[in-house]
């Protein structure tokens, strides 16, 4: 069977959390899945938001959304 990379766990906080809960929900997400990548940004939601994205389920598609899903949520002043 091939080795695949770690997943990708991604959280979208809701709108009301603090940078200071991102970061803190970060490292208690690191730190408890090792076996991931993990990134966590601030959606426009009321709730939170998870998904996982694998190595071997992508495709050019899921690719694409995953990296809308980062640039939509970078800081302005990074974005352009």
Do not use: W
């Not at 601030?42 to 899921?62: G, I, Q, R, T």
């Amino acid at each position: 069977m091939p080795k695949y990379s770690k997943p990708i766990f991604t959280i979208g906080l809701p709108r009301h959390c603090t940078e200071a809960d991102m970061a803190e929900m970060r490292i208690a997400l690191t730190n408890k899945l090792t076996d991931y990548y993990v990134l966590v940004y601030l959606s426009n939601l009321e709730e939170a938001k998870f998904e996982a994205f694998y190595e071997k389920d992508f495709n050019k598609v899921k690719y694409e959304e995953l990296k809308q899903i980062i640039i939509d949520n970078l800081p302005k002043k990074l974005n352009g």
